[in-house]
């Protein structure tokens, strides 16, 4: 069973922004428990070859020296894994002053980057690539008056365009109509952001903790609901209702989870929770809205709805095609090997349900959260944690101690 009382590491995707934030303030910010992953270290490669100082302190705490005048030798900009290191500093890095070249590892070579390029260059951006996937070339640049309406649900391209827009001196109008996370708007805002269209903004130097990791807590929770006599509590969780739909989905579902100590900081709505063994699960179904805020747990979500009575379904989850794999392919074909009756449908997939599971061998189609929902299932299906090299190095893109706390927490 799973028992425990635990703090999780720093959200991934506010470690990006406040380190970003960080580096163009005005003096020494000291970030607390922000994210060890990998795609954040290709965040901060990225920043100190652009001069910025970053060191971590003995406590763990990170300081970052605001830098007043980005300037790099380099002009290849390595962002590994990272889709967020990708995207943001496509827009950062030209309204900074810098040229030079983006490129990734094989899998992020394959994601899209015309929603973001496209924007950008009506924005001003000299960005030359007539590809639409990385390697991306750009070129110092200054930004014109501009205005635009997310086409894709994507908080990457939303921030993006933010980032570029705190260089302007033109106003700059980015509407975002399908409420994606919002941790950019929040952290501005919170250091002395006010107007509603982004323009030039340096912010003065500031402390900061990030909340735990919703999107790593998913997998400790969903353990903790499929895993007899579990009981599971989290403190100092993010709450931010553009991140929790997976955890609403699992109340909806009949999960035993109950929310507490609400509360705000560093304007984030941050909780504590407690999760419990859950018997029976209902079926349901996710339609896009419900994606766009459950993104990324979508495949540990597959393995919760594959133990749930009755049909679950996602529907059009299109974007699911453009993430570290075509993850409605890759929790098709793991769920499949676990003996669940799964069908794939027009981005999306139906599972009918309860299932039960069989041990298999994990295909972890080179992408984290889908290795991570593998060792879950194997967990679930027979109490043993099973860890690889391979998988140890892929899992900490997002999640570098999820062995150690999994190893802590299950007795
Ligand atoms: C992220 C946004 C999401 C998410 C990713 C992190 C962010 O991507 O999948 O892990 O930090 O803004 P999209 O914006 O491409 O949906």
Redesign the pocket.
């Known amino acids: 069973m799973i028992k425990g009382i635990i703090n999780l590491p720093g959200d991934?995707?506010i470690s990006?922004?406040v380190l970003i934030l960080a580096s163009i303030s005005k003096g020494k910010s000291t970030i607390h428990n922000l994210s060890s992953s990998e795609d954040v270290k290709r965040t901060i490669n990225i920043l100190k070859k652009c001069g910025t100082q970053i060191i971590k302190n003995p406590n763990g705490s990170t300081t970052i020296i605001g830098n007043q005048s980005f300037q790099s030798e380099t002009k290849r900009f390595y962002c590994g894994n990272s889709?967020?290191t990708a995207?943001f500093m496509l827009g950062f890095l030209p309204s900074k002053g810098i040229s030079g070249t983006l490129y990734g590892d094989k899998s992020l070579s394959k994601r899209p980057m015309d929603r973001v390029i496209e924007p950008l260059k009506k924005m001003g951006l000299h960005i030359n690539s007539k590809s639409t996937t990385l390697p991306v070339s750009f070129q110092a640049s200054s930004i014109n008056t501009y205005s635009h309406i997310l086409k894709?649900?994507?908080?990457?391209?939303?921030?993006a365009l933010i980032l570029a827009s705190l260089s302007s001196k033109e106003a700059i109008s980015i509407k975002d109509q399908f409420n994606?996370?919002d941790?950019?708007e929040r952290l501005i805002e919170y250091l002395g952001y006010r107007d509603k269209e982004s323009s030039k903004f340096i912010p003065e130097k500031f402390n900061y903790t990030v909340a735990g990791d919703i999107?790593s807590a998913a997998f400790l929770i969903s353990a903790s609901i499929l895993i007899p006599r579990s009981k599971l509590i989290i403190e100092k969780l993010l709450y931010n209702k553009t991140r929790i739909g997976y955890i609403n989905i699992l109340k909806k579902m009949g999960a035993h989870i109950r929310i507490y100590n609400k509360r705000i900081k560093y304007n984030e709505p941050i909780c504590d929770i407690e999760v419990n063994y859950t018997e029976r699960l209902k079926g349901i179904t996710l339609y896009p809205d419900d994606i766009?805020s459950m993104?990324?747990e979508i495949p540990i979500f597959a393995l919760v709805a594959s133990y749930a009575h009755g049909k679950s379904k996602v529907i059009d989850g299109a974007?699911l095609r453009?993430?570290e794999s075509d993850r409605i392919k890759a929790i098709i074909h793991n769920l499949q090997k676990f003996n669940v009756n799964i069908k794939e449908t027009t981005n999306g997939f139906i599972i009918n349900g309860p299932n039960k599971l069989h041990n298999t061998t994990i295909s972890d189609f080179n992408d984290h959260r889908i290795a991570m929902m593998c060792v879950i299932a194997k967990l679930a299906i027979t109490g043993e944690i099973v860890k690889t090299d391979q998988l140890s190095s892929l899992i900490s893109i997002s999640f570098p101690e999820f062995y150690k706390l999994i190893k802590k927490i299950y007795v």
Do not use: M, W
């Open positions: 991934k995707s990006h922004r889709g967020s995207r894709v649900p994507s908080a990457q391209v939303k921030t994606t996370r941790h950019t999107s766009i993104i990324d974007e453009h993430k």
